[in-house]
């Protein structure tokens, strides 16, 4: 049997890191070779929502490659800012510590500071059609200041109630277990872990140097 190929459909190394022990944790050993988003790929995330752009992201990625492709959209959502800073999250302010600062700006002298993580992710097959979709939630609130060294993005802030940590002082299995990507992940896994069985030649690398449908 042919080893499947998965390409993660994203540069940010913290999305990549959580993917891959998400993946390890739910695949046999050894049944998927992953690989991460080639250089050269530029998605503009048009869409109105985050699976809509998970949608876009997956669907490019699949077709420059020629390969099937895992693409995530995640973002924080605050009920005292309207659900801002959502689908922007990424774009909210042109540095991880300013984006953290603009956000406690915005909330300050604030009462509701709940907010969610959402995650939607998006399977697509390697011409580009979506095979997969699943979303998930976690729900928690905005700190005062960040707590905690771990994760990466708005995590310092972003504290869970239901487990009495930020997200960035959580293990790995933990925001595994009581993230919003590990959530969506586990939407997906039994669909994905089928795919791997069932449909593993459609997996397979394109030969070097061939073209990739739609690039």
Not at 36 to 56: K, M, R, S, Y
Not at 77 to 100: E, F, K, Q, T, W
Not at 108 to 120: K, L, P
Not at 122 to 138: C, E, M
């Amino acid at each position: 049997m042919t080893k499947p190929v998965l390409v993660i459909a994203s540069s940010n190394t913290g999305k990549l890191a959580e993917f891959h022990e998400l993946l390890q944790e739910a695949l046999p050993h050894g049944a998927v070779d992953v690989r991460p988003q080639p250089a050269g790929v530029t998605v503009e995330e048009t869409g109105a929502d985050f699976l809509a752009n998970a949608c876009l992201k997956a669907t490019a990625v699949a077709r420059f490659t020629g390969a099937w492709a895992l693409a995530d959209d995640s973002g924080l959502c605050v009920d005292a800012l309207d659900g801002r800073p959502g689908i922007h999250s990424a774009r909210y302010a042109p540095s991880n510590a300013r984006r953290l600062e603009r956000l406690l700006e915005e909330l300050a002298g604030r009462q509701d500071r709940s907010a969610r993580f959402i995650t939607a992710l998006a399977l697509a097959r390697p011409d580009g059609s979506i095979a997969l979709t699943s979303q998930g939630i976690s729900n928690g609130h905005i700190l005062e200041a960040p707590i905690g060294e771990g994760g990466f993005g708005y995590d310092p802030l972003f504290w869970v109630p239901a487990v009495g940590l930020s997200f960035a002082q959580m293990t790995p299995a933990q925001k595994r277990r009581h993230g919003h990507r590990g959530r969506a992940f586990a939407g997906l896994q039994p669909q994905l872990a089928a795919l791997l069985r069932h449909q593993a030649d459609s997996f397979k690398a394109p030969p070097p140097g061939s073209a990739a449908p739609g690039a």
